[in-house]
């Protein structure tokens, strides 16, 4: 009896280890899909606004590519606090997220407070405030998309950033070259400088408060810095023959130019723009040109036809080698910007007879095409890195457009007529 | 499915019947020897501590200690009072009857003498006696006692003996008993190996349509780059409604653990098995994901 009581648990042990018939299931999962998700932004409470929050706050996410918006006409309820939000109604029109919320006025200056519910969990996600000038309740609103953006994709948006560009207006005898900043909607666009010779280039300084250009001017080539709080201009570079691709140094003390030597050749150089002490950086019978910092400030990438056709290469400032070729897919790379992150670059390429926009796996070397046009050009990053701006070809003339680097879903953005060229996205602001 | 049981009807009906045996052998043993338990005074028992109260009514239990005893010896008894009386005068007609009597005093002290020999020698005569009679039951008692110590031994051994006998036999039955189970645990485990192999293939199965499911399902923010480990257990209910999703040890940030709660939520009812014993309550999930 004792015995048998001593050795019961073992048996039973014994039992249980081998009465599981299976091993607890574990299953891995390693893919996703970027397809939009729905996301339902009901109109913001407040009286005679001058701007619908919630429909700038849709097109911005809708824009990104990662997001779709619920139309309003099939919205269950337009609930603008929590206490009116029926979640279980909002399940039946399968959408994932919600936001709500209001304007409230304060003299001239405006709080927009909204918050973003998980529509499946029911679970409240943020909530917050977002304060605005009498003009600014735009930008309240591209914050707002920001915000939700970066709770719901892990990264902060880049709706409340600007986009400079190049417009060209009017017959061919009568040409105008605009350099215009808008926000990044298009909307809001000012012109920061006109001139009837051709603009080129925009390159935003890391602090977002000058712009370099090329500006022909006078007939001739030269780089320009403007001053975009002040106005005040300044000619940094304008030597005889080409002074062209201006880009910044990561620390806005430094300008890497593509400058051409009497004999026309075309090589990469930094200039110091305190001390305009100028270095070459590359010294290559081929075209070298339309330089790019990487964000360590170390090395440059650049076009370069040195093999014949245009590809991507990249050179370590310090270490005088050789520069190492980056891209290898495609027989034409060109016009390098390297993302935020440093991991990528955004290129325009040769695909299928036609220019589109890649972005490249800088370690890898694999490239992806992300726009679909016929004669895309121009690429830059958003300062989040998850989209790039592009001018894309439209009846002839050029088009400010997006597309996502994850899903490459691209979206047209509205801007004024004339034909736009090279745009050039912001740093964070 | 169908065709392997009837195939194997019998080594299956068998098996079962050798499971159901076992677990009634298991139960009622737990049942013969569990219930006597409850009977026995348990070795240790839980009490709740009470507060230690001030000294009122309660006693120990243990027997409450002698009254002092009684003092033995008598309270000395105060001295009495000696009587003083005055010797009378001397008589001539007395002094013959005091002759008389004095002859007849010491005739009396020899004849006093005389007995009080005879007791004395009777007194030691017997007081000898006496001894030897206490000597020899003296001895009487000393050789019982050996001989009940003897026996005491005697009985001792036999059952120390038997006792060793009994535990050599426990332990051997333990042994046999051991031996049983091991057997039967291997049958056990073979069999269920048997059938794991072939449910190996279905819930490979089965784990592959949760995953596409959930992928599908799985709108993957930015953040969640190749690096991102999160184990996430899932319960559901058969018919495959989730009715719990719980992140747990995971490296992304809020958004990456809010995309994955959504997913399953969203890929809920999940997928039936192909074979319903392939169900499971919870699940593990893994999510990795690549590049």
């Avoid at chain 1, 600014?136 to 948006?157: F, M, N, S, W």
């Avoid at chain 1, 390429?349 to 992300?370: H, L, N, P």
């Avoid at chain 2, 019947?17 to 076992?22: D, E, P, R, T, W």
Wanted: net charge positive; aromatic share 4%; proline share 8%.
């Amino acid at each position: 009896m004792a015995e048998l009581r001593r050795f019961l648990p073992a048996l039973l042990l014994g039992l249980l280890v081998a009465v599981p018939a299976h091993a607890q299931l574990t299953v891995q999962i390693t893919q996703g899909v970027t397809t939009p998700i729905p996301v339902a932004i009901v109109p913001f409470a407040g009286e005679g606004l001058p701007v619908d929050v919630a429909a700038v706050v849709e097109a911005d996410l809708a824009r990104s590519g990662r997001f779709a918006g619920l139309p309003r006409a099939s919205m269950p309820q337009h609930p603008t606090a929590a206490a009116q939000l029926d979640v279980a109604q909002w399940r039946l029109v399968k959408t994932d997220f919600l936001v709500l919320g209001r304007v409230r006025r304060d003299g001239d200056r405006y709080e927009v407070e909204f918050e973003l519910y998980n529509v499946v969990t029911g679970a409240r996600l943020l909530a917050y405030s977002v304060g605005a000038g009498a003009s600014g309740l735009r930008l309240a609103a591209h914050r707002t998309a920001d915000l939700v953006y970066e709770k719901i994709l892990g990264v902060p948006g880049a709706f409340a950033s600007r986009i400079a560009y190049v417009l060209i207006e009017g017959p061919p005898a009568s040409r105008r070259w605009k350099l215009v900043v808008a926000d990044a909607d298009g909307e809001n666009p000012v012109v920061v400088v006109a001139s009837q010779q051709p603009l080129m280039s925009p390159a935003w300084s890391p602090d977002g408060t000058r712009l370099a250009y090329v500006s022909f001017e006078g007939h001739a080539s030269g780089v320009w810095v403007q001053n975009l709080l002040t106005g005040v201009r300044e000619k940094v570079s304008g030597r005889p023959g080409i002074n062209g691709a201006p880009a910044w140094s990561p620390d806005g003390g430094r300008l890497a130019l593509a400058l051409s030597q009497p004999d026309g050749n075309v090589d990469v150089f930094v200039l110091d723009l305190s001390s305009r002490a100028l270095l070459r950086v590359t010294d290559d019978p081929s075209i070298d040109t339309e330089p790019c910092f990487a964000p360590d400030g170390q090395s440059l990438y650049f076009t370069s036809d040195r093999a014949g056709r245009p590809q991507i290469y990249r050179i370590v400032l310090a270490a005088g080698e050789r520069p190492k070729r980056v891209t290898f897919e495609g027989s034409y790379n060109a016009r390098p910007r390297v993302s935020p992150d440093g991991t990528q670059l955004a290129v325009v390429t040769q695909d299928q007879g036609a220019y589109r926009i890649a972005t490249v796996d800088i370690a890898s070397g694999r490239s992806k095409v992300v726009t679909s046009g016929q004669l895309d050009e121009g690429p830059s990053f958003a300062p989040n890195g998850q989209t790039v701006v592009y001018a894309a070809r439209e009846r002839g003339r050029g088009v400010l457009a997006t597309a996502a680097v994850d899903s490459g879903v691209t979206s047209r953005i509205s801007a004024a007529s004339g034909d736009v060229r090279e745009p050039a996205w912001s740093p964070r602001l | 499915m169908n065709a392997f049981l009837r195939e194997h009807a019998r080594p299956l009906i068998g098996s079962a019947l050798l499971h159901v045996a076992v677990a009634a052998a298991v139960i009622a043993a737990a049942l013969v020897s569990v219930v006597p338990r409850f009977v026995q005074p348990p070795a240790i028992e839980a009490y709740l501590a009470p507060a230690p109260r001030a000294h009122v009514g309660t006693e120990p239990a243990s027997a409450p200690a002698p009254a002092p005893a009684p003092d033995a010896t008598p309270p000395p008894t105060p001295p009495e009072p000696v009587r003083s009386t005055p010797a009378p005068a001397p008589d001539p007609a007395v002094a013959a009857r005091e002759q008389a009597a004095q002859r007849q005093a010491q005739e009396q002290a020899a004849h006093r003498q005389a007995l009080e020999r005879d007791a004395r020698r009777k007194a030691v005569s017997d007081a000898r006696r006496l001894a030897a009679e206490q000597a020899a039951a003296q001895k009487k008692a000393a050789t019982e006692q050996a001989a009940a110590q003897k026996k005491a031994a005697a009985e001792e051994a036999k059952q120390r003996a038997a006792a060793a006998e009994a535990r050599r036999r426990a332990e051997a039955d333990a042994r046999a008993r051991t031996q049983r189970e091991a057997d039967l645990s291997r049958q056990l485990a073979e069999e269920q190996s048997r059938l794991g192999a072939q449910d190996a293939g279905l819930q490979a199965r089965y784990a592959a349509d949760i995953r596409a499911r959930i992928e599908r399902a799985w709108n993957r923010p930015s953040s969640a780059r190749p690096g991102i480990r999160c184990k996430v257990d899932v319960t559901q209910v058969p018919g495959g409604t989730v009715t719990d999703v719980r992140v747990g040890e995971c490296n992304g940030d809020a958004a990456v653990v809010e995309s994955i709660k959504l997913a399953v939520l969203k890929a809920s009812p999940l997928p039936a098995p192909p074979d319903p014993s392939l169900f499971q309550r919870m699940l593990h999930l893994e999510f990795n994901p690549d590049g």
